[in-house]
């Protein structure tokens, strides 16, 4: 079995391993005790805290530990919002931040609060110029993500902590994804992480608030952590936390260049193995074990049972995956395809014989899919080929006159195309199967009340040259490549 999920969660590192049983022993009494087993226990502490702040590049006594790399986030936010509530009760945001900020938005929202998400573009990336628009005077804090978690963009941080420290707003980093690969540049205000993201021990994430900056913990304050993570710290388990991570910087460089040209060889040959098949996020600009791509006519759910089942642990942002109607957050601000989405994040170590095999059974996983929700029927449809079928299926049509699934005249008001009450993909099917019977510059509409046909009729219509020509509720307008429009 291949774990391809290293976004998600990594396995006890080696070095976590030893370093967690070592402090077993070592690391159980309480550090504020002046005896002799709690000096110990304080020594553990301060090490690993010394250890892990070498590798956010930030002064120990900045570093707090918390239970979760979600409490460190909730945490940072709200202290800093409650600190800073004179200054304001904006919060700035990008639109593909990991839900744990999106929530403490809502929460800030419900609050009274102001949230504003920044919208990024097709690869998910934010333009530092718009971001500093969005910040105005009100402003109490900005919150990005070094890299995202989906598809793997890395966001222009330094140059949009600079226009926050211009504005003298502080910005609040998720690393969770990119501290394994190197410190976060840039003038940073607080800076959160999680461990398992890079093989330390679930239960342990990291705050880092910069000396200067305004912050009050939210809630009763505990005398533990800054206030910041009340009762008895998990000593053993932050002792491997700072362990693994300064192992896994010391592996970065040649790791991750050796995983960045596995990840390059899935981008490059996905899209002419598997026809119809989009990979998202930006191709230069992104972690090096990460990639995602999404493929038309699939359901996501059941193209991950496919790849389990040959073999292959991976992960999706499709809605069908998440057991709601709602595609992901980040596919969606990204404006891209979200059916058949795949995620795939390479664990250090990964062979190039593993991806080799991934990149072997991919195809027949995905045919397999499409077959089962009745899409084999339905051709490649690249913009070439729908053009250059336009006008044949024009004289079809004309030869066809009365026959079932004619194309209706366009005075007749084009053809309809019923989807209410199916689910992603089928929709799309349905519409790729309709638009082969329409002339050249025939309209299809499209009736469809599944929440990701919003995103994915579009995507559609994107990567097949067709034109979308709206929505209103639940009807979707596309005209077919070909004609004058």
Not at 331 to 353: I, K, Y
Request: with cysteine; glycine share 12%.
């Amino acid at each position: 079995m291949s774990y391809f999920d290293a976004a998600s969660s990594l396995p006890l590192h080696p070095v976590a391993r030893q370093a967690l049983l070592a402090a077993v022993d070592e690391g159980w009494a309480d550090p504020a005790r002046p005896h002799r087993e709690g000096r110990r226990a304080r020594m553990l502490l301060d090490a690993a805290r010394e250890t892990a702040a070498e590798a956010l590049d930030c002064r120990p006594d900045e570093l707090r530990f918390t239970s979760s790399g979600t409490q460190a986030l909730h945490t940072g936010i709200g202290g800093t919002l409650t600190a800073r509530r004179r200054a304001g009760r904006r919060l700035v945001v990008s639109a593909v931040e990991h839900s744990a900020v999106l929530h403490a938005g809502e929460a800030h929202e419900r609050a009274g609060g102001l949230l504003h998400r920044v919208r990024v573009d097709r690869t998910g990336r934010v333009d530092a110029q718009e971001w500093a628009q969005a910040l105005g005077d009100d402003c109490a804090l900005a919150c990005l993500q070094s890299a995202n978690h989906e598809v793997g963009t890395v966001q222009p941080v330094a140059r949009v902590a600079e226009v926050c420290a211009e504005a003298d707003v502080p910005l609040l980093v998720d690393a969770a994804q990119s501290l394994p690969w190197g410190p976060v540049e840039g003038p940073w205000s607080l800076l959160t992480g999680s461990a398992h993201k890079w093989g330390g021990p679930p239960g342990v994430g990291l705050l880092a608030v910069r000396k200067g900056v305004r912050f009050a913990p939210p809630g009763p304050v505990d005398e533990r952590e800054s206030g910041v993570a009340p009762g008895f710290g998990n000593i053993p388990a932050v002792v491997a936390a700072a362990a693994s991570l300064r192992a896994v910087r010391a592996e970065a460089e040649a790791e991750g260049a050796r995983l960045r040209a596995l990840v390059d060889r899935i981008r490059a040959r996905v899209p002419g193995l598997v026809p119809d098949t989009e990979v998202v996020g930006d191709p230069v600009r992104r972690l090096p074990h990460l990639v995602t791509f999404s493929c038309l006519y699939v359901d996501g759910e059941v193209l991950l049972h496919a790849l389990d089942t040959a073999g292959f642990s991976v992960s999706s942002g499709s809605s069908c995956t998440s057991g709601t109607l709602t595609p992901s957050h980040v596919l969606r601000a990204m404006g891209v395809l979200s059916e058949g989405n795949v995620r795939v994040s390479l664990p250090p170590g990964t062979q190039e014989s593993e991806v080799d095999r991934f990149l072997r059974a991919l195809p027949g996983a995905v045919a397999e899919v499409r077959a089962q929700l009745g899409a084999g029927a339905v051709p490649a449809a690249g913009v070439a080929e729908q053009r250059a079928g336009a006008a044949g299926a024009d004289r079809d049509a004309a030869a066809d006159g009365d026959a079932a699934g004619a194309a209706a005249p366009e005075g007749a008001g084009g053809i309809t195309v019923d989807a209410r009450g199916t689910l992603c993909p089928l929709p799309v099917i349905e519409l790729a199967k309709a638009v082969g019977r329409a002339p050249a510059g025939g309209l299809v509409r499209v009736l469809a009340d599944d929440e990701a046909a919003r995103l994915d009729i579009p995507a559609w219509c994107e990567m097949t040259g067709h034109t979308f020509e709206g929505a209103e509720g639940t009807e979707y307008r596309v005209r077919r490549a070909g004609g004058t429009g």
